[in-house]
């Protein structure tokens, strides 16, 4: 389950649990882009536990262009995925609740790929566990205080095909009304 950002107090929560996350993972601290749709990750025990964000590539900074422009093409609808950050107390639990939404937010706004710089054990989890081919564009790269991995997801070939037992771990992701209580 998710909840979309819409105030100041869920803002301030998303934040929270990044910068919870980012900081023990050894990452610097970034604060969502302007045009990005926002999401809280909710837990069975209804507490937010987890951060995404998605913002459509035209939006996405400099720096994100220069690794991604001579990838995407004419022919593709790219989001930027970022922010996916899970505290230590839902690991396990609320990842692929994660993946879920990103293969719902694209189907539902029409995205065809995502790019972003990819953690490496994320980069793994993704093609094995949940066996969405994710390609790596460029060399390994040193950001935000840890090693990464330039990555395009192709998200299409998920949605398109959800019915592929490839894909039994994929349930469609629901938004939660909750009082954010964190």
């Not at 994320?122 to 790269?141: L, W």
Request: include cysteine; charged fraction near 25%.
């Amino acid at each position: 389950m998710y909840k979309q950002v819409d105030s100041a107090k869920t803002l301030e929560l998303f934040h929270q649990i990044k910068e919870t996350v980012w900081s023990s993972m050894g990452f610097e601290m970034e604060y969502a882009k302007d045009g990005s749709d926002l999401y809280l990750l909710i837990a069975e025990d209804g507490q937010a536990g987890g951060t995404f964000e998605f913002t459509p590539y035209a939006k996405s900074n400099a720096f994100i262009h220069s690794l991604f422009d001579d990838v995407v093409t004419d022919e593709m609808k790219v989001m930027e995925v970022d922010s996916l950050a899970v505290l230590p107390a839902y690991r396990g639990k609320l990842g692929r609740e994660g993946i879920c939404l990103m293969i719902d937010y694209a189907e539902k706004h029409g995205y065809t790929h995502a790019i972003g710089i990819a953690d490496p054990s994320f980069f793994r989890s993704v093609n094995e566990r949940y066996r969405i081919r994710a390609t790596q564009v460029k060399e390994n790269i040193f950001y935000k205080g840890a090693e990464a991995i330039p990555t395009l997801f192709h998200l299409k070939e998920v949605y398109a095909d959800k019915e592929n037992e490839k894909y039994s771990w994929y349930q469609p992701s629901h938004p939660k009304k909750v009082e954010v209580m964190n």
